[in-house]
């Protein structure tokens, strides 16, 4: 009883005991192995007892009282015999039982129980040193379970720590912008200010009057005291005015966005293109020989020539070289007749080269209509107004030619590519400065002289651009065409029904300012 109670006091479990004392009981061992067992036993309880002995010497000067070690039986533990600390603080041997135990080692084939000694009286005391705080943990670990992690799980810890730091990075950065700009010192100032002010739901001050207000109406008045000839509420009075709405207007595209994004073409390079060619006819032949492989088509014949007549035929050359000769001929003729038939077959018609020559041309204004004014002195000269007229039809222009006595203008519409195209030839492939203003025919080689183009230096033909520029749609729907007119008001006139007078309005003021200027 005596040994459970200590066992008790120390937080060790009881049935350890009783199994061991039960193993002991059935245990049997030799005489030779009883003796070995007991000197060992022996050699330790010495050992221990010298311990004890320097233990006492080195706190003999200490007036505190040691505790007698505890040893459990020799066959508890294990059959060498070796003791656990916890064990060895279980009992206490006495030196009679030990010296009982050596006497008896040789004759008893089994070993008894032990005996229950009881605790030295120098254990006693020993209770009230012990700190009630310490926990003595057991001898056995406690047994560690499966941690098992869900799927996805590291995952979102990676994905809150790059979170985290992200938030650190822009919260560092906003205080550094803070202090360059002077926000913080603001902040500041804005939490050591007093907390009485009437707050809303939203937790933000409404004032009674607008700081920028406080100058006209003065301290200590308020909206309602300005004085009005109706008296109605502010609210009431500008209610139509007055609104919480904000109004956005809508976002227009620009009139020459295109309605699909338009990308660059790729052109090119001569070996790249060689390149290609030679892989397109590699996979052709290797899919033609693949069929032939197959059974799917028939083997060519083969290409026979004067030059490989011999080599290829062999033996039937050599038998009738005549009809052989006549038969590669034949082939021979096939093969050009065969290859100016492709050719023909690949060739354009007439429809089908003027409808090219249109898509070439032509192009998209669906967005936008670039506008060219050309104003030229004199169209005397019918080869030069033929060119002018013509190219304008050639490019699928549209506008109209205007034509008076001292003054032309011609007004074309179209793209980009044709506008630059006409631009070159007004200004120049025509020579509109060989010919005098109002000369209709001009010689071949023919030049002015220095004494004549002094005398008629002003009246030379030019032709000038006025204006271009890009508009939204075309103000003509044909081809253009010649108008005559006889003065300034009906050209003005005419032009006034397409919308676009202001085109003869710039190129007459330009004229009168350059009469002015000579």
Sequence with gaps: MQIQERMKGLGLPLHQLSAKSDKFNETVLRPDEAIAFAQLHMEKVQRLNEMKTKLAKSLSNVNVKTPSLVLESMASDNKWGILSEQQSKLKPVKKEEANYEEKNAQTTPILKKTIEAEPDSSTGPVVDFQDPRLYLKPALRKRRHFDFKQPGEYEKMAKMQRSKAKLEKLQSEIEKAAKQTGISSAVKLAIVTPSGLPETSTGEYIPEVEWWDEVVLGNGKRYENIPSVVDIAPLDRYADTITDLVEHPIQLKPPDEPLQPQYLKASLTKKERKKLRRQNRREAIKEKTEKIRLGLDKPPEPKLKIS??????????????????????????????????????????????????????????????????????????????????????????????????????????????????????????????????????VRKGAQLDEDSQQSNQGKLNECTLVWEGIVQKRAFNGEPRFIQVSNHKQAREVLDKYGVAHYWDLCYATSVLLSDDK
Excluded at 332 to 361: F, G, P, Y
Excluded at 392 to 421: C, H, R, S, W, Y
């Design 308 to 441: 490989n007549l011999m080599r290829v035929l062999g033996t039937d050359a050599i038998q009738d070289p005549t009809k052989m000769e006549a038969v590669v001929r034949k082939q021979m003729a096939e093969r050009e007749q065969k290859h100016i038939d492709e050719n023909r077959s690949r060739k354009l018609t007439r429809e089908e080269k003027a409808s090219k020559a249109i898509r070439k041309v032509a192009e998209d204004t669906s967005l936008a209509v670039h506008v060219a004014v050309y104003k030229v002195k004199s169209l005397a000269n019918p080869a030069k107004k033929f060119k002018v007229l013509m190219n304008a039809k050639q490019l699928q222009m549209t506008g109209t030619i205007i034509q008076l006595e001292d003054i032309n203008v011609i007004i074309v519409e179209g793209g980009p590519k044709q506008q630059k195209f006409y631009k070159n030839l007004m200004l120049n492939r025509i020579k509109w400065s060989e010919e005098i203003a109002g000369q209709r025919h």
